[in-house]
Each structure stands twice: as C-alpha cells, then as structure tokens.
C-alpha cells in the first residue's frame, strides 16, 4: 500500500524550517526520501533503516519510528535550492531485491 | 559515468503505435527498475532486472508492456498498441547490489515523456 505524506504542499521563506512527514500502514524495514525538481530526475537523498542507521544528505535530517511506522524529513533554514517535490519511499520485497513505493509527494516552495 | 541515461526524453505517438524506450544504467549497477510517473503521482514501480534476468513484474504492468536487458547491460521497454492512458512518465533507476541488510539507493533516469495521440 502506498504511504501517505504530509502536508501535501509547503511553502516557506528563505532561512525557515519545515518538516514533511511519511506514515506507512504496514511495518518498514527502511525508508527511502528523494526530491525532485520539475523535469529532471528524482534525486536520492537518504535512507533511515531499521535500527536507526541513517545514509545521506548531509544539511538535511530525518527521523523514523519504526513503531509508528513513520519518518519525518526536517529541512532547516531552507535555501532556494531546496524547492522541488519531496517523495518517501517503502520497500516493495521482491525477488532477490526490492523496488520502491511511493507516496504522492509533498511539493515545497522556498520563496526569498 | 555520467549517471542513468535515458532516450528519447520525449515521445509523442498515435494511439495504436508502438514505441520502444531504452535506458543505459551506470554501469557497475546489476539492479535496474523501470518505473511509470504521472502528473501528481510518485513514481510506480513495473519491472525489475537483476543483471539480464527480469526478477519482477508489477500487475500495473499489462500484457502490451514487455521489457529486456539483453547482457545485463541496457533495457528497453516497450509498449505496443499504445492507449492514451499510456501517457506518462517513464523513469529507469539502477542501483548496486548491496549485502544482506544493506539497502543501496537507487539512481534515477530523468525520464522518458510519453504523450498519446
């Protein structure tokens, strides 16, 4: 089943915080975030597993309760660059190795 | 290496045409996976390759939809008798094979348009 996101849109100043969350109805093993800017490619920007190891962005920071079957994407003082859609990913087992569900997406807008 | 490529970005074809994309991974990466995006919506997932073996398939993907990696190297998808509700973007990612428990990101294509007629 696909994991819900919110909120589905931001839109902050330059320099402000938000947070994006990612909630799953079935148990994870990981979660994987990227963003995408209009056009181009989804880009990777980390994995939290199970455990509590993390794998990725350096500015950007997530948490993911594995109880809870959530994670929370924190992007502080947000720069122009950090505009784009913000995607959580669950894993799908597959044969010898996994693929990626998606969420709809939360879209972000850093205004100057 | 320049990343996952992906060719043609942009296709616009007749309803009832075939067309054929073709995505070239980076190229240590065994994992290749085929994904569909439309407006709105996260990636999907199709397909998924190990090396040339095609390990998954989506029920989202019909009987009009076949994908290869010949040499486990390049894969092509192809659709025949395209519908308009074909129209999408389709997305290629590869990723390395990591050891047990350990999750390796994927690296996206930046996609193929495809527009119905």
């Known amino acids: 089943q696909q994991p819900v996101q919110s909120p589905q849109a931001v839109i902050l100043r330059e320099g402000e915080d938000a947070v994006i969350n990612c909630s799953s109805s079935?148990?994870?093993?990981?979660v994987h975030w990227y963003r995408q800017k209009h056009g181009e490619a989804p880009v990777f920007l980390m994995i939290?597993?199970?455990?509590?190891e993390q794998k990725g962005h350096e500015k950007i920071s997530a948490s993911f309760n594995e109880k809870k079957q959530q994670s929370s994407l924190y992007l502080t003082a947000s720069q122009l660059s950090y505009s784009g859609t913000y995607f959580c990913?669950?894993?799908?087992?597959?044969?010898?190795?996994?693929?990626?569900?998606f969420g709809k997406g939360t879209s972000l807008l850093v205004t100057p | 290496d320049t990343g996952v490529s992906q060719d043609p970005r942009h296709k616009i074809t007749k309803r009832g045409q075939n067309v054929t994309f073709r995505c070239d991974p980076i190229s240590e990466h065994n994992r290749l996976y085929w994904y569909r995006q439309t407006l709105g919506q996260g990636p999907e997932f199709l397909t998924y390759?190990?090396?040339?073996?095609?390990?998954?398939k989506s029920r989202l993907l019909s009987d009009r939809f076949s994908a290869e990696r010949p040499k486990g190297s390049f894969s092509t998808l192809e659709i025949q008798r395209t519908e308009q509700g074909d129209s999408a973007m389709y997305l290629c990612?590869?990723?390395?094979?990591?050891?047990?428990?350990?999750?390796?990101?994927?690296?996206f294509g930046q996609g193929t348009r495809l527009t119905v007629v």
């Open positions: 390759f190990q090396n040339e073996a095609q390990l998954e």
């Open positions: 990612a590869s990723s390395s094979r990591g050891g047990a428990g350990d999750d390796t990101e994927a690296f």
């Open positions: 079935k148990a994870l093993y990981s």
């Open positions: 990913g669950t894993e799908i087992g597959l044969n010898s190795g996994y693929a990626l569900n």
């Open positions: 939290l597993l199970k455990g509590g």
